[in-house]
């Protein structure tokens, strides 16, 4: 048989008795070269086949043209010439009683990481259920962290939540420098989860974090400081910033209400540099009128200067200043505000040493909700996170390793 056929198919270790083509399907009948298996009982290699199963069995193998591709094969039995039993040979690239061949479950997986269950089971002329058990088979439901990060000395990791279904959150783990990579997807966001997972860690894992960038969310830092000591926690900017734009917005409606007149939202979370010259008269207008306001105001933008120092001492200078200024504050609302910068002050400091932020791993939760999107919802956790970490992983990382057996 054409040897071009064999490597088109991936058997070039088989002998191909015949190829029949059928107008919705393939048929490969194969053999294996005459060639010694080894006995699973005792371990002994033998050569002496004592007869062949009765029946051809049939394995989905690949998809040639959008044709499925069967392999027939009929496995050789042996009588172990040292213990004596008879064992059937496991043939390569397939698991004893599988129905489909590695090569086929491979080829799913990758349609799968592309599509929905239902969109990739139509594609690929299976079951969604089908396709649901392979994916729980071969992706584990975390990486190999080890392995993941085995190229980079040195990590900061990112740590955040995401809608699962409604106000059912999940914790996304990610490396977010000196590379972005997804790790993780925890599935709640319980905080002894979360410390659990980090004190799981492996030990060759925890000693290249470096740091740990989080939002502010005081149960977290405080599962990371108890299941890291030492590592420093980053507060990340980002959600530092929407902090301060929300309640600056919060304190904005108070005023509306208590004075009965409406002020606009735009001068007052945008940044101060970008203001069009109306939102800029607006902005004056408020620091007229409306003090309180202005001073939240002034708290944010004061805030944004923080991470534009030039230097953590510069930094550390400001944020001083302003945590002393809010505290002092007749507003309890600005007051609680300057109790929080105090508690995170290290946090917020921490970027000007590690430059971490969580952007990669809030642009992980905005691919997500577009796979979610188009997968019509997801009921199983177990399933959902396999197939969120299928879409983000090269697949050789995440399926086990098939194992060859000759
Ligand atoms: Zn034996």
Known sequence: MDKGIA???????WILYR??????????????PRKEARCPACGSVNRSVYDRCRQWQQKLHTWCNGLPVFLWVRPR?????????????????????????????????????????????EATGTSPNTLRRLLLRRVKDG??????????????????????????????????????????LLPHDRVRLLEQFLRKLPASVRGKIRAVCIDLKEGWRRAVERALPGVPVVADPFHVIQDANRRVDEARRVEQEVTGQRIPRWPLVK?????????????????????????????KEQLRDVYRASSREEAAAILDRLILNAQEAEDAALVQWGRTLRRWRTAILAFHEHQASNGYTEGVHTKIKLIKRLSYGFRNREAYVRKMLLAFLPLAGLTARPHFLT
């Not at 990486?143 to 990060?149: C, F, K, P, T, Y």
């Not at 607006?282 to 306001?293: D, E, F, S, T, W």
């Open 77 to 121: 039995r042996f009588r172990c010439r040292d213990c004596r039993k008879v064992f059937t040979e496991r043939l390569p690239g397939l698991r004893p009683w599988a129905r489909r061949t590695e090569r086929a479950e491979a080829q799913l997986l990758e349609e799968l990481a592309r599509r929905s269950f239902r969109g990739a089971a």
């Open 271 to 299: 940044n101060e540099e970008n203001l069009t010259d109306q939102q800029a008269a607006q902005l004056a207008a408020i620091r007229k009128r409306h003090k309180n306001v202005a001073h939240f105001h002034w708290v």
């Open 19 to 32: 190829v029949h083509v059928q107008p919705d399907r393939i048929d490969v009948y194969t053999g294996r």
């Open 143 to 184: 990486v190999g962290l080890e392995r993941a990060l085995q190229d980079l000395p040195e990590v900061v990791l990112g740590i955040d939540e995401h809608s699962f279904r409604g106000r059912d959150m999940m914790i996304t783990v990610t490396c977010v420098a000196p590379k972005r990579r997804l790790l993780a």
């Open 7 to 13: 490597m088109l198919l991936g058997l070039q270790s």
